[in-house]
Every structure is written in structure tokens, then in C-alpha cells.
């Protein structure tokens, strides 16, 4: 963290907030970030379960964000993964309101075409 560029910036939190998105972001890209070097394995917190419709509802939702360009899926997860405002959510991409707006709109257009799913009913066309 660059300490004169905080002590400098009107609002600290979001700052914070951006930084670590942009942190997020990098690590998810690297891949050793995916690897996780422990002591031992830890315990289960709860026994397998089959895969049911939820499970495989978010395997789907997560492969049509995988299809998305970045700005695309980052504004799809800061507005309704992280629940950020609109004016959140610019401020911590760096961007104006009217541009998170049109790449919600892009994003949920590109989802909807990826998962099958029309518009007004919600429901699956395939």
C-alpha cells in the first residue's frame, strides 16, 4: 500500500476497497494462486453431498461468467455479489456510473444468451 497516495485521497475506504479488487483480480490470474500449501489437510466441515440442482445451477452460472470480458464480470460480482451501490461500484472500478450500467447490461445480455434464458420469463429456453 502506498501510504502518501492514501493520506492523500478523500475517501480511505474506498481506496481500500479497490485495491483489493485489483489485488483479487491479479491473484486470480496467477496461477499458483489457485494452489494451497498447508500443514495437513483440513477436516471436511460437512460429509459430500450429491450434486443437486443448486450445485450444478452455480457450476453454470460460474462457467457463463468464465465466458465474459473482465470489466464485464467485475461489475456483474461487485453489484450483485458484493451487493455495492452503483456509485460504489464505479468508484471501486474507477469509471463512471452511465459505463457500470451499460456493462451490467452487456454482462446480463451475454449470461442470459450463455445459460439460455430468456428475458421476461426467467426460465430456461433449452
Known sequence: MNWRRVSRV????????????????????????????????????????????????????????????????TVLVLRFLCDLSLADTAAAMGCSEGNVKSQTARALVAVRQVLGVSEMSGRSTR
Open 10 to 73: 478523500d475517501n480511505v475506504d474506498a481506496y481500500v476497497h479497490r485495491m483489493l479488487v485489483h489485488k483479487l483480480v491479479d491473484e486470480k490470474r496467477l496461477s499458483w494462486a489457485k494452489v494451497r500449501l498447508l500443514g495437513s489437510m483440513p477436516e471436511p466441515r460437512r460429509p459430500p453431498v450429491p450434486p443437486d440442482e443448486e450445485l450444478v445451477e452455480r457450476d453454470s452460472v460460474v462457467s457463463a461468467l468464465a465466458h465474459l470480458p473482465r470489466g464485464q464480470r
